[in-house]
C-alpha cells in the first residue's frame, strides 16, 4: 500500500518543480544602457583614469591611505588623457564604453553625455590569487 503513496507523492513533486521552472510570459525590464546617465567605477589599474586631484598614474582622486574629500573637490576633478595611462597608450576600457575623456587634455565628467566617475586606484590588487 505504501507504494502508490510514494509513486504518487513522488509525482506530484516532480510537477511542482516542472511547472516552477517553466518559462514565465511575464515581460521584466530590461537593462538598458542608452538610458544611463553614467558609470561609476572601482577597481585597479586596468580601470583607473588619471583625474587632476589624483595621483600621477595612480588615481583620479585621492588615494587609499587618504581617501577623504569633500564634494566640491570631486565635482571639479577634470579626467587627464595623456596617452600613458594604459599600455596601448591611450584611453582605458570604461573612458571607451563611457565616451568619457578619450581625447587629449582634460574632461570634466560633468560634461560628458554618460558622466564616468572612476574610483580605482593603479597597482592595487583585487585579488591574491
Known amino acids: 500500500m505504501q507504494l ?5 507523492s513522488l509525482l506530484l513533486l516532480t510537477s511542482v518543480r516542472a511547472v516552477d521552472a517553466s518559462p514565465t510570459t511575464k515581460s521584466t525590464d530590461k537593462f538598458q544602457w542608452s538610458s544611463k546617465k553614467g558609470l561609476i567605477a572601482f577597481g585597479d589599474s586596468y580601470t583607473y583614469v588619471q583625474g587632476t586631484h589624483g595621483h600621477q598614474n595612480y588615481s583620479f582622486i585621492g588615494d587609499a591611505f ?7 573637490t570631486l565635482l571639479s576633478n577634470k579626467i587627464v588623457q595623456n ?3 594604459t599600455a596601448e597608450g591611450g584611453p582605458n576600457w570604461v573612458e571607451y564604453l563611457t565616451d568619457c575623456g578619450v581625447k587629449p587634455g582634460l574632461t570634466s565628467p560633468r560634461t560628458c553625455k554618460k558622466q564616468l566617475w572612476d574610483f580605482a586606484f593603479a597597482g592595487s590588487d583585487i585579488s591574491t590569487h
Not at 4 to 8: G, I, N, R
Open 4 to 8: 502508490p503513496f510514494v509513486l504518487s
Open 66 to 72: 587618504d581617501f577623504a574629500f569633500d564634494e566640491q
Open 83 to 85: 596617452q600613458t595611462a
